[in-house]
């Protein structure tokens, strides 16, 4: 959950998310070097004379061709490397079905015979003490922790995207359509997001929360729920 006037990313829930921070902190560092060269060079000119050596000099081109080159190479193989990490998930340990519509969530697990949900927001006349406005929900997604966990993702009406930041997922529902993605919990807690596309008037007004909890209380809730 975000704090009030937090600059920063949320704190990472996932591995995912860890990875994404740190390629942020990379790529703010590529960038504040370049623009410290480019500031001192443009204040180099206007303080120091031009000269035929400065003006002509084919070691100097030759740098500033290889040096862009090179600082896209150090961008590139990280993102690369994450974005591969993002699609890979070979065996997960639960499979569920987010269904977008106008304006909430229905899930399904697909691996329960009959467990099935939908998801309103919560109206400000039913908000418990602690609970965010806008952000809580009447029925929570529940996953066991430390477990890969899938998410097929479509929706019924328009687009929408199931946005959780502090997992770094962010997925378009598009009708008929079944995209996928993927997550690990590294820890329990509640986790908040919205809905990241523009789907009409109440756009705002269906959150997604994801309840992180340990495999034994999982299993409970979910024979409770099927029983």
């Given amino acids: 959950m975000a704090n009030p006037s937090q600059l ?8 995912i998310m860890e990875e994404l921070i740190e390629f942020h902190d990379h790529a703010l560092m590529v960038a504040l070097m370049i623009c410290s060269l480019v500031l001192y060079l443009l204040a180099l000119m206007l303080v120091e004379k031009l000269s035929s050596n400065t003006v002509d000099a084919q070691e100097v081109e030759l740098i500033w061709t290889i040096l862009p080159a090179i600082v ?28 977008g519509h106008q304006w909430y969530w229905s899930y399904e697990y697909t691996d329960f015979k009959d467990l099935s949900f ?18 809580e929900v009447d029925h929570r997604l529940i996953v066991p922790m430390e477990s890969p966990i899938r998410v097929i993702i479509t929706a019924d009406d328009v687009l929408h ?22 997550f690990i919990t590294t820890r329990p807690g509640i986790f908040y997001g919205q809905c990241s596309e523009i789907c009409g008037a109440n756009h705002s007004f269906m959150p997604i929360v994801v309840e992180s909890a340990p495999l034994t209380y999982f299993e409970a809730w979910s024979s409770l729920l099927t029983s």
Wanted: glycine content about 6%.
């Fill in 72 to 99: 896209l190479i150090l961008l590139a193989l990280p993102s690369l490397q994450i974005l591969y990490m993002m699609d890979e998930l070979d065996e997960p340990d639960l499979t569920l079905k987010a269904i």
């Fill in 161 to 182: 995207s199931w946005t959780v930041p502090t997992l770094g997922v962010k997925t378009d529902a598009v009708p008929g359509r079944l995209n996928q993605t993927s």
């Fill in 118 to 135: 939908d998801s309103y927001m919560t109206p400000m006349a039913d908000l418990l003490p602690g609970h965010f406005r806008l952000l």
């Fill in 8 to 15: 920063g990313f949320q704190d990472a829930s996932s591995p």
